[in-house]
C-alpha cells in the first residue's frame, strides 16, 4: 500500500489516539485500564514533547509514529546519533497490507535525511513477535545489550537496531 508519511497536526490527534489505542488493544498487548493505556492515549503530551507522524492512504490516516532523539523526554534508548521511534501503530482495518513496513521504511528514509543520524533504534517487548519479524526483514538487528526491563514490573523489553 502506497502512503504518505507526515509530521501529526492537532487535527489528526484523534486519529492517531483511536488507532494506537484499538492497534494495542486489538494485538491484546494491553488492557484498556493498564496504566500504560493512558500514555499511549495522550497525544497531545506526545506531540508536544516529541515528533507524532502520520501516515495517510487514499486521505486517511491509517497509522502513527512516534519519533524521539536522546535527552528527549520520550526517548527510552536512543543513544547520540539515533533516531528512536516509538509507539508504531496501524489502524486495524489496515493491518496486513504492508502499511506498518511502509511506514518503518518512511522513518528509514527521513532518518538518513537528519544530520548526524547514524542509526534508529527501536524498544519492542519480547511478546511482540509479529513486530520483530517486521523489523528484521528491514535489517534491524538485536541489540541484546541494550535490553532492559520496565521499572517495577517483569515485562523484558527488547532493543532493535539498524545502522545506516
Do not use: N
Not at 489516539?17 to 495522550?42: C, K, N, Q, W
Not at 502520520?54 to 536512543?78: H, N
Amino acid at each position: 500500500m502506497s502512503v504518505a508519511f507526515r509530521r501529526a497536526t492537532p487535527s489528526d490527534f484523534p486519529d492517531v489516539r483511536r488507532i494506537t489505542r484499538d492497534a494495542y488493544l486489538r494485538a491484546g498487548h494491553f488492557t484498556a485500564d493498564h496504566p500504560y493505556m493512558s500514555v499511549l492515549e495522550d497525544v497531545d503530551h506526545r506531540a508536544e514533547h516529541a515528533e507524532v507522524w502520520v501516515a495517510e492512504a487514499s486521505g486517511k490516516v491509517v497509522a502513527a509514529v512516534t519519533l524521539t532523539f536522546a535527552g528527549q523526554p520520550y526517548s527510552e534508548i536512543a543513544t547520540d546519533a539515533e533516531l528512536e521511534f516509538r509507539m508504531l501503530a496501524v489502524d486495524p482495518t489496515c493491518q496486513g497490507g504492508g502499511v506498518g513496513r511502509a511506514v518503518v521504511r518512511k522513518v528509514v528514509d527521513h532518518a538518513r535525511s537528519l544530520p548526524g543520524i547514524q542509526a534508529i533504534s527501536i524498544t519492542s517487548a519480547t511478546f511482540m513477535e509479529r513486530a520483530h519479524g517486521l523489523y528484521e526483514s528491514l535489517g534491524f538487528r538485536r541489540a541484546p545489550e541494550r535490553d532492559w526491563y520496565v521499572p517495577g514490573e517483569d515485562v523484558l523489553l527488547w532493543v532493535f537496531r539498524l545502522g545506516l
